[in-house]
């Protein structure tokens, strides 16, 4: 798992290693003051650059039911399960993931990104 506690720019940056062929699971984990947590899912911007350049650029949501964020500190969800890269796309990828809601961003205190093989 990487874990990052400080943005750039809004985006809070990784690096995952895609090994070529491999399957995996990626999560996506936002640890987040209860308190200030606005209503609704949680909107993320997420950019994705290939080991040869290529950008993705991808906006997600994430249910979350009210009750749920007042009760819990860490949220995760799945990403994208079945992952498979090869070749020219296996290798360092970098991807940046950033709240759109401004309150949301407020009220985020780390992100983190996990990547396992199946």
Do not use: Q
Not at 2 to 12: A, I, L, N, P, Q
Not at 92 to 118: C, H, N, Q
């Amino acid at each position: 798992m990487v874990r990052c506690d400080e943005t750039s720019d809004g985006f809070y940056k990784f690096e995952a290693d895609f090994k070529d062929g491999c399957t995996y699971t990626t999560t996506i984990i936002a640890r987040h003051d209860a308190s200030s947590m606005p209503e609704g899912p949680l909107t993320l911007d997420v950019v994705l650059t290939s080991p040869r350049g290529d950008i993705y650029i991808d906006r997600v949501d994430f249910p979350m039911a009210v009750s749920e964020w007042k009760s819990v500190k860490d949220a995760s969800w799945t990403y994208r399960d079945n992952v498979v890269l090869e070749g020219p796309e296996s290798g360092i990828w970098k991807i940046d993931i950033r709240p759109v809601d401004s309150v949301a961003a407020r009220s985020i205190v780390a992100i983190g990104f996990l990547y396992e093989t199946m």
